[in-house]
């Protein structure tokens, strides 16, 4: 039986692992890790290998957005572990499928299929058929600028984390992403896991 780690921004692993049994029963080959505020990713880092190295064999871990602390920590650990799989997008629909022995690319399908309207929601969808209209998009005005500025200065230990890799990227129309470290970068597996959060659209410099 596989075996799955969740690992989620607060208790909603811990969460979701406790709903899914409320349906399947009782689940020893899966875990759960909630990513606190008082925590950093050290801490994560020291929490997700401790915990997995309670299994049998080497577990996927599941976390639940793409970018974020957990995810981020989560391919920390898969660079000294590359028997391990990491998967984004944490969900019960998700995890029930998987307990139930539902190989890890079937589920996800069926978790995709299962995001419907339903009930009279669907209905009066059905009738309505809202046309479909295509925003325009709107040119990066960031790249035209000769030299580009800067749009955004942060301090924050976790780097390239969620918010910036999904959210202030895009509101801010960034085109570079420029790291300033002492000695985070310096471990073999830090800069190419940071290079996995940066959209194929920008550039990077650590």
Known sequence: MANFLLVSHGKY????????EMIAGEQKNVKAIAFKQTMNQDDLLEK???VASEFDEAPTIL???AGGTPANTAQRYQQKHPDV???????MPLLLALVMGTPIDEAIKQ???????????????????PKVVKKEEK???????TPHTMQNVRIDERLIHGQ????????????????SVMTSL?????RPVLRLHVHTAFTSAF
């Open 164 to 179: 910036v890799a999904t959210m202030w990227t895009n509101a801010l129309k960034l085109t570079r992403i420029m790291l």
């Open 13 to 20: 692993a811990k969460v979701t692992k406790a709903s899914v």
């Open 139 to 145: 040119p990066n005005k960031n790249v035209a600028l």
């Open 48 to 50: 997700i290998t401790k």
């Open 186 to 190: 310096k471990t073999t597996c830090s």
């Open 111 to 129: 978790t995709i299929d299962n995001m419907a309207p339903v009930g009279l929601t669907k209905k009066k969808e059905e009738k309505q058929k």
């Open 85 to 91: 799989a990491v998967y984004s997008g944490l969900s």
């Open 63 to 65: 976390v639940d957005i």
